[in-house]
Structure formats: structure tokens, C-alpha cells
């Protein structure tokens, strides 16, 4: 479909327009609507809307939170709540037990949300947008003709001066069965338009709904074919018809009902067989409980016992759950060879177990070493908790999150990444309780929301979109390839969720290093770690200045850093930081010009390197605030100085000066506070802040380079062995080594 501008489509918002309306149009809670739209105005409005969404008029998906209200709590019960009407409501005016009755007379307009024309029971009509719905066109959830119940509803005015019934929250919307105890006498005889085969037909019907993607109806033709089955036994045809619908539910990341469904098709297979009859696998229940524990254990020996079919779907669901080993056993190039674009999700379990999640203190919840990690090793390894693939190159799939109520914005891996975890949260409640354990920033406790102890926990969109903020990740498709970008090349990332390790906190001289292949997410030691000792992570690389770099931390996740580096940085008068941010951007444009130029002269390399030495300068104990001899930054990283040294050892590197890229290499190496010495012949490197990247990783190639020139072998071979052992760090495998450094230009 080719995006158009959306022109004279009102079912769009358009994010600032709302934004000005909420911040700017009075107060009209708890008034009524003006005035009242016909059916007919209604109906052809709607269809002129479905019209321009046919013919791909419609703007890029913008998905708009308002501001935050709770969700509704509990289950709809027909004698528990408070039945309204259309003409009861008032704007903005929400009461936690009111449910309204609504039936569709349209077909849905899926785009940003799910638009579609609804009357109530007295025929009473209004436009009804559903906001967080996983919809699509092809197989909508709301079609013409559903039934729905809608809680805590009010009139939402729009910013054309209409109105709307408006629903964020999952848990405001149920979809009811025209023979649900709460459809009305008058809805309930529906049964005319729908399909009337057997257990055969229904099954045949849903493979050629499954085919065609519209796996909604799948489902609910596979159901009717399992209600068939419970009037007329035939174990063979309700086995079959549990694992077609399991195999629908898993396409729509519904794992409960998959592992419910599952384990009821193997209990049946189980009756079944004589062998089987009187075993545990013929108790459902205990064969759910297995395929939703997490482990990798067997002990009932149920994969072996089952047909393959069953055992593959087994797996499945294990793994997309997340299964737990306590060795980190992987095979990452058969891994890393499977990962693409299109094949994110591999079939991996997690390793966990020598980690561990505890209070700090001061931060919060952190990570936790349970046992010694040495430099490289793997801490933990997590399959994500959710992923979202897109085509990367796809207009089609641009999307944009605002929420009105802090103004924030989101571009669309974050927009995805919203989408779908409402999407499996709302449909795996046993999944929850892992989710909204991790931190909100306080949303929920501010407002004094507190939930029973049995309580099923509600899928509140704001709270989503909190902890999204707060915990979520940047991923590539591999670390690896972001190595074999063009230079400042700024390839668009996925956002991506994974529970575990996101307890991690940051710090700018982290102990691990995250990595990404597909959607497992590996923490490697940057340096030794001892049993106890808190593990970090960098959640963005420290920007040169220490004010630029707190704020960064402070806007996106609330806190600022007191880490080594931040505690000196900080302690230098403004003076000094100003001075250093100016010859660093003066150095900038002088490098950027001679780039222009091309080759570099010796005279204009001896020039920089003079002005760098300036820059040094500035980090010398004389220039910290109650620091007279001590250096404090006699180990730490000197940010200023590390594009400049940078560009001083690949250009001498450029011009064969081998003397000179060692001394450059190693000094750069320093100022990203990794101290290594050559004595002897011997390299080591004393200490370590953990700023292991792919410059250092150069930085210890071009080192090997010139050691090698220089006869000195043993030296070159040392710096090319922490070159590797850094290329796993950053990459979390040896995949794609031998290209990396085979490609670097060796001097001649
Ligand atoms: C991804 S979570 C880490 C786990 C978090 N500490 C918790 O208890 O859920 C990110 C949040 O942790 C806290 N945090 C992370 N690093 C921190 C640090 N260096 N100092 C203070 N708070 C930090 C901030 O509240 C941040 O929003």
C-alpha cells in the first residue's frame, strides 16, 4: 500500500493537534456531547474512511496515548456490573463498574487503531475507536456484526469537535460470544451467518483460513470443531483440532492458550494410548505445568513419548516462553548463521542461573555475580522477552508512539515494541507478573493502585509504555554487523525487551559488554568479576561533557551517574570543561578539513599532535579542583582526547610511520582507560575501565601490525590474542573474526 498524507482522513490523529487540544481545550468532564450524530452521517463518513484506506490514504501510523487513567479491573459479569446505555454517558467521565453493550454495524478501518460504527441496545449509534489492538485488515478483530462489551466507557471528544467511544486499555474491550450470558435477548439469534459443517469441515475450513492469514477465524472454526467433538467422541479429530488451534495461537504470540490447547491434544493422545492411558501425560494439567516451567528438564519423558508433531510444538512453546539451562552452552556460529532480518527468534534456552537479580541500596534492583566471571566470559544469555521484526525498509511499516500525557515521542522501534508488548501481555497472563515487576518509574505507585493478592494484573498501556522506557534495548540484527558499517553510518536499530538482564545497572565504566544475536542477548565480562560484585552495563556511551551526559541519563532514564569517571569529571572546574569542549571541536573542524583535502601531510599530523598534547593538559592534576600531585585520571578515560588520538593512529598508520601508530595506539588505548604496558616484551594491560570497543579492538590490531613490522613477534602475537578476546566482548561471538581483522591493511 502507498502511504499517502492522509489528507480529509479524520479517523488519524494528527499528534500535535491532539497534544494542543489536550493541553488547550476546556475542561468539559462530565458534561454531555452537544450534539449527536446521526446513524446515517455516521455510516457514510465511515465509509469514505474505508474508501481512503483502500485506496492507501492514510499517514504514517502514528499511535497516540492520552493521558494516563487506569485500566478497568476484574472480570465483566453479567450480574456484577452496571449495565449503561449510549445516552448515559458523560465526557471523559469513567465509573470502574459501568459496561456498555455494543454490536458493530460496520466493517472495521484498520490503520492506527481500529475505527468502527457501534449501537447500543436502545439503537443509539456512535464512531468506536479501539486504540492497542494487535489488528490487521486481513483478519480483523472487530468485524461488522460483534458484540463487545465496553468498560468504564465515556465519551472521548475529538479534535474536530466530534465525539467518540475511545478504548486503550485491553482490559476495557471484551469481545462477547453472541451466546454470552451478557448479550441481550434481542443480539442473540446471530447464529444464521455462521458455519455449520462438522468437526471435518470445521478443521478443513480453518487450515484455509490459516493459509490465508486470517488466523482469527482459524481459531474460532477450529473451536467449533472442538465442540463438536465434545458431542461426538473421536479422539483422533480432537487432537488434531488442539494442536491446529496451538499452532494458531503460538502465530499469535498467544502462549497460554497454546500450552493450554497442547497440553489437552497430548492428555487426549495420552487416553488414547494404551501405553499412555495410566500415565501423568494423560492429566492436562500437569502436562500444561511442564511446558510453562521454564526448565529444560524432562523428567516425565514427554517429548519422547509423544508423535513428533506434538514434541515440535512442545518445543516451540518452551522456547518462546523462555526455558532456563545452567550452562552458557551455545553454539553461536550455527546460531549467528541462522539470525537474518527475517529470522530473529532462534531456538535457544537462556542462561541465567550465575546471576542474580538483588536491592543495590542506592539503584534500585541490580545484577548480581554468583560466581568469579573472567574477562570474556559469559554472564548471561537471554532470548527477548519480546522482539518485534518489521522490514526495516518498508514505509509500510513506519510507525510513531506519542503519549500525550508527558509528551513524549517514540519512532518506530519503539512504537513496535509498544504494540506487541500490549499484544502479549494482554494475551498471557502468567507472563505478566515478570513484566510489571520491573520498574515504572513509580507511575503505578503515584497513583496509589495497589492490586489484590490474587488479582490477575491488568494490562494498564501507560505502565506498558513506562517500563518499555525504562528497561528496553536498541538491538541490530547482530552486533557483528554493525562492525562493517560505512563510518557514520547510522543504521536503524529494533527495539527490543529482555527481563533478566535488564536489571543490569548502568554505569559509564561497566564490568560487561551486551551483545546482540537475533534475539538472544549475551553479557560478556569486559574485565574480571568477582562472585558478588554488582554488574553494569553502559546504557549509552558518556558523552565528553559531564553536563550533557547526566542529562541524557537524567531525560531517558531518571537517575544520574556516580561512577568513578562521572564523580571526576565532575569535580573539574567549568572552566577547564569549557576549555577542553572547545579545542576538542576546534581540533574537529581542523581534522574534518584535512579529511577534505585528503592525504595528510607529516607537517599537519606534527600540528595536531601538538595541539592534542594542549588537550592533555587539561587533564592534568593541576587542573582538578584539591588535586595537586595525585593524577585522578591516572587511569580513567580522557574522553576529549580519544577522537583526536584516534585520528593520530590511523593517519600515521596511512603514512607507514609504525613508531608512531604504536605510540598513538597505545595512547589511544589509555585515554579509553585501558592502561597496557609493554614491558619486557610482555603485554599487559594493568587496568581496565571497561571501554572495550571495536576502536580498541583496532587500536590492539595496529598494535600487532607494528610489532609485527617491527620483528617483535611474541609482542604482536599477545596484542592479536586480546584483540580476539575483545572482537568476542563486543560481538558476543567469534563469528566473523577472521573477516575483521583478514580485512585490516597490514603494512607492507
Ligand atoms: C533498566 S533499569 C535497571 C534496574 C532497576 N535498578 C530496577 O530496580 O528495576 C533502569 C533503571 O535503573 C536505575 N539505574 C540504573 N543505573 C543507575 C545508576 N547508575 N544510578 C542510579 N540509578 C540507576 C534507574 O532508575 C533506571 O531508570
Given at each position: 500500500?502507498?502511504?499517502?498524507?492522509?489528507?480529509?482522513?479524520?479517523?488519524?490523529?494528527?499528534?500535535?493537534?491532539?497534544?494542543?487540544?489536550?493541553?488547550?481545550?476546556?475542561?468539559?468532564?462530565?458534561?454531555?456531547?452537544?450534539?449527536?450524530?446521526?446513524?446515517?452521517?455516521?455510516?457514510?463518513?465511515?465509509?469514505?474512511?474505508?474508501?481512503?484506506?483502500?485506496?492507501?490514504?492514510?499517514?504514517?501510523?502514528?499511535?497516540?496515548?492520552?493521558?494516563?487513567?487506569?485500566?478497568?479491573?476484574?472480570?465483566?459479569?453479567?450480574?456484577?456490573?452496571?449495565?449503561?446505555?449510549?445516552?448515559?454517558?458523560?465526557?471523559?467521565?469513567?465509573?470502574?463498574?459501568?459496561?456498555?453493550?455494543?454490536?458493530?454495524?460496520?466493517?472495521?478501518?484498520?490503520?492506527?487503531?481500529?475505527?468502527?460504527?457501534?449501537?447500543?441496545?436502545?439503537?443509539?449509534?456512535?464512531?468506536?475507536?479501539?486504540?492497542?489492538?494487535?489488528?490487521?485488515?486481513?483478519?480483523?478483530?472487530?468485524?461488522?456484526?460483534?458484540?463487545?462489551?465496553?468498560?468504564?466507557?465515556?465519551?472521548?471528544?475529538?479534535?474536530?469537535?466530534?465525539?467518540?467511544?475511545?478504548?486503550?486499555?485491553?482490559?476495557?474491550?471484551?469481545?462477547?460470544?453472541?451466546?454470552?450470558?451478557?448479550?441481550?435477548?434481542?443480539?442473540?439469534?446471530?447464529?444464521?451467518?455462521?458455519?455449520?459443517?462438522?468437526?471435518?469441515?470445521?478443521?478443513?475450513?480453518?487450515?484455509?483460513?490459516?493459509?490465508?492469514?486470517?488466523?482469527?477465524?482459524?481459531?474460532?472454526?477450529?473451536?467449533?470443531?472442538?465442540?463438536?467433538?465434545?458431542?461426538?467422541?473421536?479422539?483422533?479429530?480432537?487432537?488434531?483440532?488442539?494442536?491446529?488451534?496451538?499452532?494458531?495461537?503460538?502465530?499469535?504470540?498467544?502462549?497460554?492458550?497454546?500450552?493450554?490447547?497442547?497440553?489437552?491434544?497430548?492428555?487426549t493422545h495420552a487416553r488414547s494410548t494404551p501405553d499412555?492411558?495410566?500415565?501423568?501425560?494423560?492429566?492436562?494439567?500437569?502436562?500444561?505445568?511442564?511446558?510453562?516451567?521454564?526448565?529444560?528438564?524432562?523428567?516425565?519423558?514427554?517429548?519422547?513419548?509423544?508423535?513428533?508433531?506434538?514434541?515440535?510444538?512442545?518445543?516451540?512453546?518452551?522456547?518462546?516462553?523462555?526455558?532456563?539451562?545452567?550452562?552458557?552452552?551455545?553454539?553461536?556460529?550455527?546460531?549467528?548463521?541462522?539470525?537474518?532480518?527475517?529470522?530473529?527468534?532462534?531456538?535457544?534456552?537462556?542462561?541465567?542461573?550465575?546471576?542474580?537479580?538483588?536491592?543495590?541500596?542506592?539503584?534500585?534492583?541490580?545484577?548480581?555475580?554468583?560466581?568469579?566471571?573472567?574477562?570474556?566470559?559469559?554472564?548471561?544469555?537471554?532470548?527477548?522477552?519480546?522482539?518485534?521484526?518489521?522490514?526495516?525498509?518498508?514505509?509500510?511499516?513506519?510507525?510513531?508512539?506519542?503519549?500525550?500525557?508527558?509528551?513524549?515521542?517514540?519512532?518506530?522501534?519503539?512504537?513496535?515494541?509498544?504494540?506487541?508488548?500490549?499484544?502479549?501481555?494482554?494475551?498471557?497472563?502468567?507472563?505478566?507478573?515478570?513484566?510489571?515487576?520491573?520498574?515504572?518509574?513509580?507511575?503505578?505507585e503515584e497513583h496509589g493502585w495497589e492490586l489484590a493478592?490474587?488479582?490477575?494484573?491488568?494490562?494498564?498501556?501507560?505502565?506498558?509504555?513506562?517500563?518499555?522506557?525504562?528497561?528496553?534495548?536498541?538491538?541490530?540484527?547482530?552486533?557483528?554487523?554493525?562492525?562493517?558499517?560505512?563510518?557514520?553510518?547510522?543504521?536503524?536499530?529494533?527495539?527490543?525487551?529482555?527481563?533478566?538482564?535488564?536489571?543490569?545497572?548502568?554505569?559509564?565504566?561497566?564490568?560487561?559488554?551486551?551483545?546482540?544475536?537475533?534475539?538472544?542477548?549475551?553479557?560478556?565480562?569486559?574485565?574480571?568479576?568477582?562472585?558478588?560484585?554488582?554488574?553494569?552495563?553502559?546504557?549509552?556511551?558518556?558523552?565528553?561533557?559531564?553536563?550533557?551526559?547526566?542529562?541524557?541519563?537524567?531525560?531517558?532514564?531518571?537517575?544520574?551517574?556516580?561512577?568513578?569517571?562521572?564523580?571526576?569529571?565532575?569535580?573539574?572546574?567549568?572552566?577547564?570543561?569549557?576549555?577542553?569542549?572547545?579545542?576538542?571541536?576546534?581540533?574537529?573542524?581542523?581534522?574534518?578539513?584535512?579529511?577534505?583535502?585528503?592525504?595528510?601531510?607529516?607537517?599537519?599530523?606534527?600540528?595536531?599532535?601538538?595541539?592534542?598534547?594542549?588537550?592533555?593538559?587539561?587533564?592534568?592534576?593541576?587542573?582538578?579542583?584539591?588535586?595537586?600531585?595525585?593524577?585522578?585520571?591516572?587511569?580513567?578515560?580522557?574522553?576529549?582526547?580519544?577522537?583526536?588520538?584516534?585520528?593520530?593512529?590511523?593517519?600515521?598508520?596511512?603514512?607507514?610511520?609504525?613508531?608512531?601508530?604504536?605510540?598513538?595506539?597505545?595512547?589511544?588505548?589509555?585515554?579509553?582507560?585501558?592502561?597496557?604496558?609493554?614491558?619486557?616484551?610482555?603485554?599487559?594491560?594493568?587496568?581496565?575501565?571497561?571501554?572495550?570497543?571495536?576502536?580498541?579492538?583496532?587500536?590492539?590490531?595496529?598494535?600487532?601490525?607494528?610489532?609485527?613490522?617491527?620483528?617483535?613477534?611474541?609482542?604482536?602475537?599477545?596484542?592479536?590474542?586480546?584483540?580476539?578476546?575483545?572482537?568476542?566482548i563486543i560481538t558476543g561471538s567469534e563469528v566473523g573474526?577472521?573477516?575483521?581483522?583478514?580485512?585490516?591493511?597490514?603494512?607492507?
Amino acid at each position: 500500500m502507498a502511504l499517502s498524507t492522509g489528507i480529509n482522513n479524520t479517523y488519524e490523529e494528527v499528534p500535535d493537534l491532539a497534544k494542543e487540544f489536550v493541553n488547550k481545550a476546556p475542561d468539559e468532564t462530565g458534561q454531555r456531547p452537544k450534539f449527536k450524530v446521526s446513524r446515517d452521517t455516521l455510516v457514510r463518513t465511515h465509509q469514505r474512511h474505508l474508501k481512503l484506506l483502500s485506496e492507501g490514504s492514510v499517514p504514517v501510523r502514528s499511535l497516540v496515548l492520552p493521558k494516563p487513567y487506569p485500566p478497568a479491573r476484574g472480570l465483566v459479569e453479567a450480574t456484577s456490573t452496571k449495565a449503561v446505555h449510549l445516552g448515559d454517558l458523560r465526557i471523559d467521565s469513567r465509573d470502574g463498574d459501568a459496561v456498555l453493550l455494543l454490536r458493530t454495524i460496520t466493517a472495521p478501518y484498520v490503520w492506527s487503531s481500529t475505527v468502527t460504527v457501534a449501537e447500543d441496545e436502545t439503537g443509539d449509534v456512535a464512531r468506536l475507536t479501539v486504540c492497542n489492538l494487535e489488528d490487521n485488515v486481513v483478519d480483523p478483530i472487530v468485524t461488522e456484526g460483534t458484540i463487545l462489551a465496553i468498560r468504564q466507557p465515556c465519551w472521548t471528544r475529538l479534535v474536530d469537535g466530534g465525539y467518540h467511544i475511545r478504548v486503550d486499555h485491553p482490559s476495557d474491550l471484551v469481545l462477547l460470544q453472541p451466546n454470552d450470558d451478557l448479550v441481550p435477548e434481542a443480539w442473540r439469534d446471530d447464529d444464521g451467518q455462521n458455519f455449520k459443517g462438522d468437526a471435518a469441515q470445521c478443521k478443513k475450513e480453518g487450515d484455509m483460513m490459516f493459509l490465508k492469514k486470517r488466523f482469527r477465524q482459524a481459531l474460532e472454526l477450529y473451536t467449533k470443531g472442538l465442540q463438536h467433538v465434545s458431542t461426538t467422541p473421536d479422539s483422533a479429530a480432537e487432537i488434531d483440532l488442539y494442536r491446529k488451534r496451538c499452532g494458531v495461537s503460538i502465530v499469535l504470540l498467544r502462549l497460554d492458550d497454546a500450552a493450554k490447547d497442547l497440553a489437552e491434544a497430548i492428555a487426549t493422545h495420552a487416553r488414547s494410548t494404551p501405553d499412555l492411558s495410566s500415565s501423568e501425560l494423560a492429566d492436562a494439567s500437569i502436562v500444561k505445568a511442564w511446558l510453562q516451567n521454564r526448565s529444560t528438564e524432562d523428567p516425565l519423558h514427554i517429548s519422547t513419548r509423544i508423535p513428533r508433531p506434538l514434541k515440535e510444538l512442545a518445543a516451540r512453546i518452551k522456547f518462546d516462553i523462555g526455558i532456563n539451562q545452567s550452562t552458557p552452552d551455545y553454539n553461536l556460529s550455527v546460531i549467528s548463521a541462522y539470525v537474518g532480518p527475517l529470522t530473529l527468534h532462534v531456538d535457544a534456552a537462556n542462561y541465567i542461573s550465575d546471576t542474580e537479580v538483588r536491592e543495590t541500596g542506592s539503584r534500585g534492583r541490580g545484577l548480581f555475580a554468583k560466581k568469579d566471571f573472567k574477562e570474556g566470559e559469559l554472564i548471561c544469555a537471554e532470548k527477548a522477552f519480546v522482539l518485534p521484526g518489521y522490514f526495516m525498509q518498508d514505509r509500510n511499516s513506519d510507525c510513531l508512539l506519542y503519549s500525550l500525557g508527558d509528551g513524549t515521542a517514540a519512532p518506530r522501534p519503539g512504537a513496535w515494541l509498544f504494540k506487541e508488548l500490549v499484544q502479549k501481555l494482554r494475551w498471557n497472563p502468567s507472563l505478566r507478573k515478570e513484566f510489571f515487576d520491573m520498574g515504572d518509574g513509580g507511575y503505578w505507585e503515584e497513583h496509589g493502585w495497589e492490586l489484590a493478592e490474587e488479582e490477575d494484573i491488568p494490562v494498564d498501556v501507560f505502565r506498558v509504555e513506562y517500563i518499555r522506557r525504562l528497561n528496553c534495548f536498541s538491538a541490530p540484527t547482530r552486533s557483528s554487523d554493525l562492525l562493517n558499517q560505512p563510518p557514520n553510518s547510522n543504521p536503524e536499530l529494533r527495539n527490543g525487551f529482555w527481563t533478566h538482564a535488564s536489571y543490569a545497572n548502568h554505569s559509564c565504566l561497566p564490568n560487561s559488554i551486551r551483545t546482540f544475536i537475533g534475539d538472544l542477548r549475551f553479557l560478556r565480562a569486559a574485565r574480571d568479576i568477582a562472585a558478588g560484585e554488582e554488574i553494569t552495563n553502559q546504557y549509552v556511551a558518556p558523552d565528553i561533557d559531564i553536563d550533557e551526559r547526566q542529562e541524557k541519563l537524567r531525560t531517558t532514564w531518571g537517575f544520574e551517574c556516580d561512577c568513578q569517571l562521572c564523580i571526576i569529571d565532575g569535580s573539574v572546574s567549568e572552566g577547564t570543561r569549557k576549555e577542553r569542549l572547545r579545542q576538542f571541536e576546534e581540533l574537529k573542524s581542523t581534522v574534518m578539513k584535512l579529511g577534505e583535502k585528503g592525504a595528510p601531510t607529516i607537517t599537519s599530523l606534527k600540528k595536531i599532535a601538538r595541539a592534542l598534547r594542549e588537550m592533555e593538559i587539561l587533564y592534568s592534576p593541576s587542573r582538578i579542583e584539591g588535586q595537586t600531585t595525585e593524577d585522578p585520571y591516572a587511569t580513567l578515560p580522557r574522553l576529549a582526547l580519544v577522537h583526536p588520538t584516534l585520528f593520530l593512529t590511523e593517519a600515521w598508520r596511512s603514512v607507514k610511520n609504525i613508531d608512531r601508530t604504536i605510540e598513538y595506539a597505545l595512547k589511544l588505548l589509555r585515554n579509553f582507560g585501558l592502561v597496557v604496558t609493554t614491558e619486557g616484551g610482555k603485554l599487559e594491560v594493568v587496568h581496565n575501565a571497561g571501554f572495550v570497543n571495536v576502536e580498541t579492538v583496532r587500536a590492539l590490531n595496529y598494535l600487532a601490525e607494528g610489532y609485527t613490522s617491527r620483528g617483535e613477534d611474541e609482542l604482536a602475537a599477545q596484542c592479536r590474542e586480546k584483540a580476539k578476546q575483545w572482537y568476542i566482548i563486543i560481538t558476543g561471538s567469534e563469528v566473523g573474526a577472521e573477516q575483521f581483522f583478514g580485512s585490516e591493511q597490514f603494512f607492507s
